[in-house]
């Protein structure tokens, strides 16, 4: 099971800004990342590159894709 939730670092303890679904004193793995999460518009960017991407790969593949080609098509 994987949960994403914000946390705050306080005096050598993570303490969870929101409630975890975990039996009490549950050992758990974590990764931590003090970058702020990412917005609405930035991950809207980031798949228009992984489409871009995916797009360019299919291309190198040899498939045929008319210029008109777009997002709306696969929709």
Known sequence: ?????EAIYENGVLRPLARLD????A??????SD???PTQESKRELSLAEFDLL???LASDGVS???TF???DIQ
Do not use: F
């Open 1 to 5: 099971m994987v949960q994403h939730t």
């Open 22 to 25: 975990l039996p009490e004193r």
């Open 27 to 32: 050992l758990v793995h974590i990764s931590v």
């Open 35 to 37: 970058e702020p999460p």
């Open 55 to 57: 797009v360019d790969d």
């Open 65 to 67: 894709i008319p210029g």
């Open 70 to 72: 777009s997002r709306a």
